[in-house]
C-alpha cells in the first residue's frame, strides 16, 4: 500500500482534513500487512476490530473507505476556519493543546478549551506531542531550556548570512520573545508581563492611627 497523494486526494473530491489521516491510516494497514492485525492494533494502542475495519474498507472503496465515518451527535460546533488553525498550531507550530490554547487566545481571539483541542488534533490524525524524558541534558536547569527553546524558534528558522545580520535578527527575536513569546510556565503571560506583576507600586498604606493617651488634654 502506497500513500496517496493530496493531488490523488483531491480528485476523489475527499476533503482536505482527512488527507493526513487516510495516510496514518494507510501506514497502520501497511503495518498490518506485514505483522498481522493483532501486530499493528498492539504497536499502535488500537483495538484489533479497528484496523480488520479499516482493511476491509480499504478493500471495498479504497481511499474513500478510510474517511472517518463520525456519527451525527458527534459533529463539531466550531467552524471551520477553528478547526484549520488547530491545525496550523499543531503541524505548522508544533504547538501541544495547552500552547495552541494560548495562541488561539491570544492572537485570533477564540477561545478553545485544550481537551477540545487535543481531540480535534486526533480527529485530524495527529499525535501526541512528544516531549524529551527525564535525566537528559536539556532537563538541568533554566539556560539549558532557554538554549532549547532558542534553537527550536530561532536559530532553526534563521537564514541571516553573516555575524551582524545574524546579531540584528537575534536582538529582534529577544524582543519578540520578552514581550510577545507567551509562556506555560507563565500561566500564558509573556516574561515581560511576568515582570510587570514584580514590578507594581505598592497599594498606599493607611495613615497610623492616633494613639489615644489618657490624663487631661494640656
Same mark, same amino acid.
Given at each position: 500500500?502506497?500513500?496517496?497523494?493530496?493531488?490523488?486526494?483531491?480528485?476523489?473530491?475527499?476533503?482536505?482534513?482527512?488527507?493526513?489521516?487516510?495516510?496514518?491510516?494507510?501506514? #497502520?494497514?501497511?503495518?498490518?500487512?506485514?505483522?498481522? $492485525?493483532?501486530?499493528?492494533?498492539? =504497536? +499502535?494502542? *488500537? /483495538? &484489533?476490530?479497528?484496523?480488520?475495519?479499516?482493511?476491509?474498507?480499504?478493500?471495498?472503496?479504497?481511499?474513500?473507505?478510510?474517511?472517518?465515518?463520525?456519527?451525527?451527535?458527534?459533529?463539531?460546533?466550531?467552524?471551520?476556519?477553528?478547526?484549520?488553525? #488547530?491545525?496550523?498550531?499543531?503541524?505548522?507550530?508544533? $504547538?501541544?493543546?495547552?500552547?495552541? =490554547? +494560548?495562541? *488561539? /487566545? &491570544?492572537?485570533?481571539?477564540?477561545?478553545?478549551?485544550?481537551?477540545?483541542?487535543?481531540?480535534?488534533?486526533?480527529?485530524?490524525?495527529?499525535?501526541?506531542?512528544?516531549?524529551?524524558?527525564?535525566?537528559?541534558?536539556?532537563?538541568?536547569?533554566?539556560?539549558?531550556?532557554?538554549?532549547?527553546?532558542?534553537?527550536?524558534?530561532?536559530?532553526?528558522?534563521?537564514?541571516?548570512?553573516?555575524?551582524?545580520?545574524?546579531?540584528?535578527?537575534?536582538?529582534?527575536?529577544?524582543?519578540?520573545?520578552?514581550?510577545?513569546?507567551?509562556?506555560?510556565?507563565?500561566?500564558?503571560?509573556?516574561?515581560?508581563?511576568?515582570?510587570?506583576?514584580?514590578?507594581?507600586?505598592?497599594?498606599?498604606?493607611?495613615?497610623?492611627?492616633?494613639?489615644?493617651?489618657?490624663?487631661?488634654?494640656?
Amino acid at each position: 500500500m502506497r500513500f496517496i497523494t493530496t493531488k490523488e486526494l483531491r480528485t476523489l473530491r475527499i476533503a482536505t482534513r482527512h488527507h493526513h489521516l487516510i495516510n496514518s491510516r494507510l501506514a #497502520i494497514l501497511r503495518y498490518a500487512d506485514e505483522y498481522g $492485525f493483532k501486530g499493528a492494533a498492539r =504497536r +499502535f494502542g *488500537l /483495538d &484489533r476490530k479497528t484496523v480488520r475495519t479499516w482493511h476491509r474498507r480499504w478493500v471495498a472503496s479504497g481511499p474513500a473507505g478510510l474517511v472517518p465515518r463520525h456519527p451525527v451527535k458527534r459533529r463539531r460546533r466550531l467552524s471551520e476556519e477553528t478547526v484549520r488553525l #488547530i491545525e496550523q498550531a499543531r503541524r505548522d507550530l508544533q $504547538f501541544g493543546a495547552m500552547q495552541a =490554547r +494560548f495562541w *488561539l /487566545d &491570544r492572537v485570533h481571539r477564540i477561545r478553545v478549551a485544550a481537551a477540545t483541542i487535543h481531540r480535534i488534533c486526533r480527529d485530524l490524525g495527529y499525535p501526541p506531542i512528544r516531549r524529551t524524558g527525564p535525566r537528559r541534558p536539556e532537563q538541568n536547569g533554566k539556560v539549558e531550556r532557554s538554549h532549547r527553546i532558542d534553537e527550536e524558534e530561532f536559530w532553526s528558522r534563521s537564514s541571516s548570512d553573516g555575524l551582524t545580520l545574524a546579531a540584528h535578527a537575534l536582538r529582534g527575536w529577544e524582543h519578540q520573545y520578552n514581550h510577545d513569546h507567551f509562556s506555560m510556565a507563565l500561566q500564558g503571560l509573556t516574561p515581560a508581563e511576568k515582570l510587570a506583576t514584580f514590578m507594581s507600586p505598592p497599594a498606599p498604606s493607611s495613615p497610623p492611627t492616633p494613639c489615644a493617651h489618657t490624663g487631661a488634654a494640656a
